[in-house]
């Protein structure tokens, strides 16, 4: 089983639709992140929590929020999608300590029509 | 606001060359991290350098770190198809344990027969 779970792994929206976007992970890592990958531009943080008291906005938040659930669940939602939110969405953790590297999950894949 | 440039973003070349890919960074930072990506998979750790001067190798690939230049190399040594792949680097300018990293645009390598 993955270390860190995305569901769904794909998805097709229409614009001005509410959607989540779940991340689990067993590894036991308090800090989490959510990043989003479009062609030609790498990836980009949009939120990213240290516990689960602790959220911060990414580069890219406008159009997003998140929910700490637990330490081991951190969704993230678009209140209502737009076309040029169709990306790759990654979540991520760490254990925080720096010769750990993030550890991934498999993404997501939205679609938004 | 920090600003990750890799070079090339594309690459092109043929098995048993050499080639280098380039990262480099805006501020000062001595934590940088190197992922590779296939296609349509999730990021896979590569490299972790935490110090000016650190080298890592890891079978033909070798990464180095130059935080005075804030520069770092991943050298390709007699590229064989298994390469072929989406390489980013990351940076962390974060100082401490709560990181988040910010990557590079990716540099797309094919390595032909």
């Known amino acids: 089983d993955a270390d860190v779970t995305q569901t769904p792994r794909n998805r097709i929206t229409k614009t001005g639709k509410r959607i989540m976007l779940e991340c689990s992970q067993t590894?036991?890592?308090?800090?989490m992140y959510w990043y989003r990958q479009d062609p030609g531009l790498g990836l980009r943080l949009i939120y990213y929590s240290f516990d689960v008291k602790d959220i911060n906005k990414g580069e890219i938040s406008d159009g997003y929020s998140v929910s700490r659930q637990a330490q081991a669940k951190f969704s993230l939602s678009l209140e209502s999608a737009i076309p040029n939110q169709t990306a790759l969405y990654f979540c991520a953790t760490s254990d925080g300590t720096v010769n750990s590297p993030l550890h991934f999950g498999n993404g997501t894949r939205l679609t938004v029509t | 606001e920090l600003k990750v440039e890799q070079n090339p973003l594309f690459l092109s070349m043929q098995e048993g060359k050499n080639y280098t890919i380039y990262c480099n960074y805006s501020t000062t930072s001595d934590r940088l991290y190197w992922y590779r990506q296939d296609p349509g998979k999730s990021l896979e750790s590569l490299f972790v350098?935490?110090?000016?001067?650190a080298v890592k190798q890891e079978g033909r690939l070798m990464a180095s770190l130059d935080t005075k230049a804030r520069l770092s190399t991943l050298h390709i040594t007699a590229a064989v198809h298994d390469l072929s792949a989406t390489y980013f680097c990351?940076?962390?300018?974060?100082?401490?344990?709560?990181?988040?990293?910010?990557f590079g645009k990716g540099t797309l390598l094919t390595v032909n027969p």
């Open positions: 350098l935490l110090s000016n001067g």
């Open positions: 990351a940076v962390d300018t974060s100082g401490g344990s709560n990181y988040k990293l910010t």
């Open positions: 590894k036991g890592h308090d800090r």
